[in-house]
C-alpha cells in the first residue's frame, strides 16, 4: 500500500471498531421519561442517594458536605401523583465535609449531637405536581426539633435495573431547598458562618 494512503486505512480501521463498539455497547436502562414510571411500593436505593449541603464559610467560600446511606420509602401511583408519600431517614454519622476536626465537631451538642439525636428525618405531608416538577411539603426533623419544609424536586428518570443489580424497576429524583440551621438548635458560629443551608438531593428509589 502506497505510504500516503496508510493513515487513511488506519482511520477507517479506527472508525470502523469504534462503531463496532457503540452497537454493542448496552443502552442505559434509565430514561427521563415519565411514562416508565409504575405504581407501587418503593424503597431508597442507599449507594445511590445522596444529600449535599452547602453554606457560607466567613463570607469566603461557599463550603460543602455530603451525608451518604439515606434509607426510606416512597409510595407512587403515576395515575395520583398527588397522592405520592415519601419519608427519609438520615444517619448524621455518615454527613462527611473533608475536614476532619469539622466533621467530629458537627457530631458534638453544639451541632448534631448525634450520640443524642442519631438520625434526622423527613416525612412528606402534601406533593403538588406540575409536569415533570413537584413541590413536596413534608415535616423535616433533626436534632430532634421539626419544621415544616418545601422540597423543589424534579422526576429525573425511570426504568428496570441491569439483571446484576437485581432487575428491579427504578425512579429518580433530583431536590432542593435551603433551611436555617439556627431552626433546629444549631446556630453556634452564626453570623460569621451562614445560618442559611442550601441542600441539594440525589434520590434513587426502587421497587418491592
Excluded: C, W
Excluded at 85 to 108: Q, R, W, Y
Aim: aromatic share 6%; charged share 15%.
Amino acid at each position: 500500500m502506497h505510504k500516503s494512503l496508510l493513515p487513511a486505512a488506519a482511520l477507517l480501521a479506527l472508525l470502523g471498531s469504534a462503531a463496532v463498539v457503540a452497537q454493542s455497547a448496552p443502552a442505559k436502562p434509565g430514561s427521563p421519561n415519565p411514562a416508565l414510571v409504575t405504581a407501587g411500593n418503593y424503597t431508597v436505593e442507599s449507594s445511590h442517594t445522596q444529600i449535599l449541603f452547602a453554606y457560607d464559610h466567613m463570607g469566603f467560600s461557599n463550603n460543602m458536605g455530603l451525608i451518604s446511606a439515606p434509607t426510606g420509602t416512597l409510595a407512587l401511583d403515576p395515575k395520583n401523583p398527588a397522592a405520592a408519600k415519601v419519608s427519609i431517614t438520615v444517619p448524621i454519622a455518615n454527613l462527611k465535609t473533608g475536614i476532619p476536626k469539622l466533621d467530629e465537631h458537627l457530631m458534638k451538642p453544639d451541632f448534631f449531637d448525634s450520640a443524642k439525636f442519631p438520625t434526622a428525618t423527613f416525612v412528606s405531608t402534601s406533593v403538588k405536581v406540575e409536569g415533570t416538577t413537584a413541590d413536596i411539603s413534608g415535616n423535616l426533623t433533626i436534632k430532634g426539633i421539626t419544621k415544616p419544609v418545601v422540597l423543589d424536586a424534579t422526576f429525573y428518570g425511570a426504568g428496570k435495573g441491569v439483571l446484576q443489580m437485581g432487575g428491579k424497576e427504578n425512579v429518580g429524583f433530583n431536590a432542593t431547598t435551603m433551611i436555617k440551621r439556627s431552626d433546629f438548635g444549631m446556630g453556634y458560629g452564626v453570623p460569621m458562618v451562614g445560618d442559611e443551608i442550601e441542600l441539594k438531593i440525589t434520590a434513587a428509589f426502587q421497587k418491592e
